[in-house]
């Protein structure tokens, strides 16, 4: 942990996107073990998750915005109210898009498929990696930031955003490749699709860093845009799915992933 403390910011976004590309292959890559997967245990970590999204929402990316808006004697509240609200509405307009698409999710990821989720590969690939674009450039923009030394950032908090994008991931990969692999498609090509659905993390961190580290002035609009699209996905993604069947585990999830990145942040930053 040390010696990657320590790498090029650049090394770091690399590293950390292509763990969280990992963790969504790994979610995909059960399509060779199982033909359904404990949905108590995705609804525990999809919520867990949240939580760690939620608070690295305000600490990693949304306060250092604001700090660091100040700081270039800029607009504070309106930058960061402007990234925020657009970081939200990229990720819910993609949203709308695919759905205009014909892209009808999957209603669960544990093995009951209603019949809905046939034909739709490609879409349902090209949604998870969109949702992929922003969460790389937050991981990106995180490790730029606390290399810049802006206030409220640290390498620290950025190394456990990462982990709470790669823990919700998994589910991700999941839900790609497994529908596939019941509507007949082999398990190489459901894990295949499943895995390409993360590919864009790493190239999205990599520019998440560069971009920050080149325009300083514009890094507390991208924080907040990155805040903003974390709390649209949680919102429109993790939220609804992991509270679908075990709200209270998932509910406790959200607490305790919260509390751990509140006390890691806080602890560490």
């Not at 995705?42 to 867990?48: I, Y």
């Not at 690295?56 to 504070?76: M, Q, R, T, V, Y």
């Not at 695919?98 to 590969?121: E, H, M, P």
Request: hydrophobic share 55%.
């Amino acid at each position: 942990m040390a010696r990657f403390l320590e790498l090029n910011p650049v090394l770091q976004g690399l590293f950390a996107t292509i763990f969280t590309y990992l963790v969504t292959a790994m979610g995909a890559g059960v399509v060779f073990f199982f033909k359904t997967i404990n949905q108590k245990v995705l609804d525990l970590a999809m919520g867990f998750a949240a939580g760690v999204m939620i608070a690295a929402s305000f600490w990693s990316l949304l306060a250092p915005a604001i700090e660091l808006a100040a700081e270039l004697n800029g607009n504070a509240w309106l930058i960061s109210a402007t990234g925020f609200m657009l970081g939200g509405a990229f990720v819910i307009g993609c949203d709308i898009f695919l759905t205009k698409a014909n892209l009808i999710k999957c209603s669960s990821i544990s093995g009951n498929d209603d019949g809905k989720c046939t034909k739709r590969s490609i879409l349902l690939a090209c949604a998870v990696t969109l949702h992929n674009i922003p969460e790389g450039l937050a991981i990106g923009v995180a490790f730029a930031s606390a290399a810049m030394g802006v206030s409220g950032a640290s390498a620290q908090s950025a190394v456990m955003l990462a982990f709470g994008i790669g823990l919700q991931n998994f589910p991700e990969g999941v839900c790609v490749a497994m529908p596939l692999r019941r509507d007949g498609a082999s398990r190489l090509k459901s894990f295949m699709v499943g895995q390409a659905s993360g590919i864009a993390e790493p190239f999205a961190g990599v520019i998440g860093v560069l971009y920050a580290m080149a325009v300083r002035s514009a890094l507390p609009l991208t924080l907040s845009f990155s805040a903003g699209a974390m709390i649209a996905v949680v919102c429109s993604e993790l939220i609804p799915e992991s509270f679908k069947d075990n709200k209270t585990l998932a509910a406790f999830g959200v607490l305790f992933g919260f509390a751990v990145m509140m006390v890691l942040d806080v602890a560490l930053g």
